[in-house]
């Protein structure tokens, strides 16, 4: 997946070698070894460095705090601090870190708190382990993955709320985005990722996330998945 600077540089001789990407470092937390051991081992791979493991929450904040890993494969259910726990107390030490719960928790409570604690990725441990290094490479891109069975949960969740409420939702006030801005959020609450919006709106992958950073700031979350809910909720995507 090729990148375009926000700033281009002088070109490139043809002959002249280009930079390698710095690997993506990661962090593994499991309170079971050996499938901690079999994580390590699946993301054994070119552009992925495995920096260090974690038994529990307690070890996985000390580490990441002096690590400063790039994306964090996390248990929800652990000894000392829970998953959730340990990614709040790591994202107020470690802000740049993305986090990746990896669970066998299917309990929307589990997924709400996880998201409210900053994390990008829900999955249930019943993932093909060959397709979790593509995960972390997107993670650490700026995508957010959730699970298809909670993501239906999620949905679900929010249907019944909606039913609840005496009286319709008030719209949140909406900040102001740009038109370009209020297009690529209308696309990501489709899911589409950042190529798929750039191909749509005919604008490189690297604009689309400069615009889905703007996006996340001015509406004060945390990841794609809270801007595509607000998003929802704003009516600027259509329940239909």
Known sequence: MSAHPLFPARTPHPEEPSAPAAPIRVMVVDDHALFRRGLVSVLDEKGIDVVDEAGDGEEAVRLATELRPDVIIMDVMMPRFSGIDACSRIREAVPHAKFVMLTMSDEESDLFDALKAGATGY?????????????????????????????TKLIGEFAELAKQESTPPSRPSVPELTRRETEVLKLLARSLNNREIGERLFITENTVKNHVRKILEKLQVHSRTEAAIYAVRAEYVSGR
Not at 125 to 150: H, N, Y
């Open 123 to 151: 999955l249930l441990k019943q993932i093909a382990v060959t397709d979790l290094p593509r995960v972390v490479r997107s993670i650490a891109e700026g995508q957010s993955f959730v699970d298809p069975s909670m993501a």
